[in-house]
């Protein structure tokens, strides 16, 4: 994989910027700890939330929103669920933890699958959700104030005194990220940590993951592993492994925090070709300004007609 990679910063202005920084979020080894949301709450004085059980598993956060920035997702499936055998070392590298974790299919790591229909056919994929810092971000687009704003590590923030509540960011984000809070009516979500990135420390969330599920660093480093880290679960048979929001060439120019999934983006909840929702809004203004031309011809000829039959 190439190591070049789309530098927001460089068309924003910055000079002599740091890499672009972003998050890798590898599913496979999230035990659903929640470390992450907990982290990102205290850090960024995050307001609670979710305090009740939805009945949706033991998901009680349900999705991303102005007081959710992490959102660690409980998935169900009826699915066989790998079984550690009993001679699994404590030394066990991360790819077998990984398969224990997730019910994954089996390899040369130790697991052993149940059949079809035994009592241990149930697996649950776990994975932390966040915003994906977008290379091509609408919310800067239609935020009208400038109050979202790209910083000199390329990640996409809101500055909270300048945000007058318009909402226009809100429908804008193709991945239903950013949220209006109650009482409060400004639009807020993840900043990567901002204030910890200019302190060179890493993001809250990623401080706290205790299996390294969430990943932090220079972008292009952190898409090289992770293909690396495919082509290792490939290799032991999981098929189903593949990257989300990694691809340069996608619909918003690729994400500043990308995920390796175990089934379909849809099962995550996350859209399976994300548009930028302001992609075609030069192609349609230039639709309306040629409406307004021929609508103000039409009237000019209308009333030029008009006086002559006079």
């Not at 500055?159 to 009482?183: E, H, L, S, T």
Request: proline residues 7%; aromatic residues 8%; charged residues 20%.
């Amino acid at each position: 994989m190439s190591s070049a990679t789309t530098e927001p910063a460089d068309s924003t202005g910055y000079v002599d910027h740091p890499p672009r920084m972003g998050f890798f979020t590898d599913t496979t080894v999230c035990i659903g700890c929640k470390a992450c949301e907990v982290a990102c709450k205290e850090w960024n004085a995050v307001p609670d939330d979710g305090q009740e059980l939805t009945g949706m598993s033991y998901d009680n956060t349900v999705g991303l929103g102005a007081d959710t920035w992490r959102h660690v997702a409980f998935i169900e499936q009826r699915k066989p669920l790998g079984v550690a055998q009993t001679d699994l070392h404590a030394d066990t590298d991360v790819l077998a933890l990984a398969e224990q974790g997730t019910g994954t299919p089996p390899s040369e790591a130790g697991m052993t699958p149940t059949a079809p229909g035994d009592e241990g056919e149930f697996r649950w994929l776990m994975a932390s959700d966040v915003c994906k810092h977008c290379t091509e971000a609408a919310c800067l687009d239609v935020c009208p104030t400038g109050a979202l704003f790209r910083t000199e590590f390329s990640t996409v923030v809101v500055q909270q005194d300048v945000c007058n509540g318009c909402g226009y960011c809100i429908p804008a984000c193709p991945f239903g990220v950013i949220g209006q809070r109650k009482g409060d009516g400004r639009a807020w979500k993840c900043t990567l940590c901002y204030d910890r990135l200019g302190s060179g420390l890493e993001p809250a969330c990623a401080k706290a993951c205790p299996t390294d599920s969430i990943q932090f660093g220079p972008l292009d480093e952190l898409r090289e592993r992770a293909a690396r880290r495919v082509e290792q679960l490939h290799d032991a048979g999981i098929s189903d492994a593949r990257l989300y929001g990694a691809d340069p060439n996608d619909g918003v120019g690729g994400d500043g925090a990308f995920f390796l999934l175990l089934d379909e983006p849809e099962v995550y909840g996350l859209p399976p070709d994300p548009v930028v929702t302001t992609r075609d809004l030069p192609r349609m203004w230039r639709h309306v300004v040629s409406a307004a031309v021929t609508l103000a011809a039409g009237a000019a000829a209308a009333f030029l007609g008009a006086r002559k039959g006079r």
